[in-house]
């Protein structure tokens, strides 16, 4: 499984990004996909998870009515479209190809090599 995240960057408060993770090695129409952050010295930390579909969304409730999260199984990427940025978004961003059961995403060990962003106040 190969996960490949990319889109981070520098914005301004208030501004937007949108993040892509492109997956190969596994068969991404019918796997769960999430995306996770991480700041210097924390635990990782849950962001937003698609089901296979893309029928079922859940989001961290720090991130919720700002960020969106879709796929597209015709070019094997996931999105989070980023907008409204804060200060603490700040993280480097990671995809993830996991589970989904009963309204919750599972990681698994299949993680990518992250992205930064940083959002300037």
């Known amino acids: 499984v190969q996960l490949v995240e990319s889109g981070g960057g520098l914005v301004q408060a208030g501004g937007s990004l949108r993040l892509s993770c492109v997956a190969s090695g596994i068969i991404f129409s019918i796997r769960p996909m999430g995306w996770y952050r991480q700041t210097p010295g924390a635990q990782r930390e849950f962001v937003a998870a698609?089901?296979?579909?893309?029928?079922?969304?859940i989001y961290a409730d720090s991130v919720k009515g700002r960020f969106t999260i879709s796929r597209d199984n015709t070019k094997n990427t996931m999105y989070l479209q980023m907008n409204s940025l804060k200060p603490e978004d700040t993280a480097v961003y990671y995809c993830?190809?996991?589970?989904?059961?009963?309204?919750?995403?599972?990681?698994?060990?299949?993680w990518g090599q992250g992205t930064q962003v940083t959002v300037s106040s």
């Open positions: 993830n190809a996991g589970g989904y059961y009963s309204g919750r995403y599972y990681p698994s060990a299949n």
């Open positions: 698609l089901a296979n579909g893309g029928s079922s969304t």
